[in-house]
């Protein structure tokens, strides 16, 4: 299975069709949240409308919480709070963000994290590769700004349980990382042009993963 991974496009898609072409051919579009800048949440719709594929998202702390309505009435998955298993891949989802010192519009207490996700953990079966699609990072991956760690500390939990985190929020932390088996993804801003595309050979006792960074032509300052 092919998933192309986009975090924070900030209400900016003009990247999106030239990603996509970069990408080829996919199965699973993942959104990693901040799908607006602090709304409408109409915005939402016209990323939708560019994939034909299955799309899941989550909303980012610079959306509204209402965005989860227009998720929902769109062609995407809500995974927000919520799991979904797509041919032995199971995929969980957490959106919002840990609180921040801004007070933006969909900040959530770790203990809300820490109690979805150990739910969701319950419903992964022993045999399925797990995807986990967060807007926040877990903390310490991934997650500094200005020299200090920001991430959600309940979502490490998902360290060396999960196959793979997608994640963003965090700007200036777009990478790979591992901790334990977990592969830990920032796509970096789809708004500037970013992305990740990742394979799952899911045929393979092993489940090989290959992850790639993917980006435009287009000039970053």
Known sequence: MRLFAIADPHGNYSEIEELMDIAGEIDV?????DITNFGPDEKAVDLMNKFNQTILAVPGNCDNESILKTIEESKAVNLHKSSISIKGIRFIGMGGSNPTPFCTPFEIQECDYEENINRMLNEVNTNEIL?????????????????????????????????????????????????GKTIIVNPGMAALG??????????????????????????VN
């Not at 579009?29 to 949240?33: D, P, S």
């Not at 090989?208 to 287009?218: A, F, H, S």
């Open 131 to 179: 995807v986990a699609l967060t807007h926040t990072p877990p903390h310490g991956i991934l997650d500094e700004v200005g020299g200090m760690h920001v991430g959600c500390k309940a979502l490490n939990v998902l360290l060396d349980k999960a196959d793979i985190i997608v994640c963003g929020h965090i700007h200036e932390a777009r990478g790979i990382r591992r901790s």
């Open 29 to 33: 579009v993942l959104i990693a949240g």
């Open 194 to 219: 970013f992305a990740a595309v990742i394979d799952i050979d899911d045929k393979d006792k092993e489940h090989n993963i290959n992850v790639e960074l993917i980006k435009t032509g287009r000039e």
